[in-house]
């Protein structure tokens, strides 16, 4: 009779048949000349003994798990913290400096928690950020300011829009591209 678990089979210079269970599985050590047919009575006349002792690994390892998901969840909700008054104190300042370099002002300035946008700005002229836009290389931050701050003289994507864009950001193609791929490794990363 085969038995209904899976085990790794050790043999060594032993005398006796010895169970083990770990977070790894079940081991069996046996003489190195045991019969397998009589290793396999032995486990399964362990079942019971193996199913309990199964039970209280499984139980410690769901315990461990759990612990360390409240873990990382503390964790990420302290970066989250991090990160979001990071971006409070530097985009607006950053978007301040260069709103005065581009001539324009905008209404108001607010970083929020938009996951499907990493910036907007509306016709009166209030721009608005993602804190996760914190998450960037700095250079592709101003990209998104600038180009919001772009709207308050073209609410459009046209040709004009993408050249006053163009004047302060001429490699701005590259840092949409950055924005796609951050956009993505931020969304699977949990975000």
């Not at 928690?113 to 700095?138: D, E, P, Y």
């Not at 772009?150 to 950001?169: E, G």
């Amino acid at each position: 009779m085969s038995p209904d678990y899976n085990y790794t089979l050790l043999r060594s210079k032993r005398r006796t048949l010895v169970i083990r269970v770990t977070e790894n599985g079940l081991e069996v050590r046996a003489p190195l000349r045991m019969p397998l047919a009589e290793i396999e009575r032995f486990v399964a006349a362990k079942a019971a003994w193996i199913a309990k002792h199964m039970r209280e690994i499984e139980a410690v390892k769901s315990a461990r798990a759990e612990f360390q998901e409240t873990v990382n969840k503390d964790e990420r909700a302290r970066l989250t913290a991090e990160y979001r008054a990071r971006a409070q104190r530097d985009i607006p300042a950053r978007t301040a400096a260069l709103a005065q370099i581009m001539g324009v002002q905008p209404a108001s300035v607010k970083v929020g928690s938009a996951k499907t946008r990493w910036g907007s700005c509306n016709a009166k002229g209030a721009v608005h950020f993602s804190w996760r836009l914190i998450f960037a290389q700095q250079d592709t931050i101003d990209y998104v300011i600038i180009h919001e701050l772009a709207h308050l003289r073209q609410l459009n994507h046209s040709k004009a829009f993408w050249d006053i864009v163009a004047r302060y950001v001429p490699d701005y193609k590259q840092h949409r591209a950055r924005l796609k791929d951050l956009g993505r490794k931020l969304a699977h990363e949990g975000w």
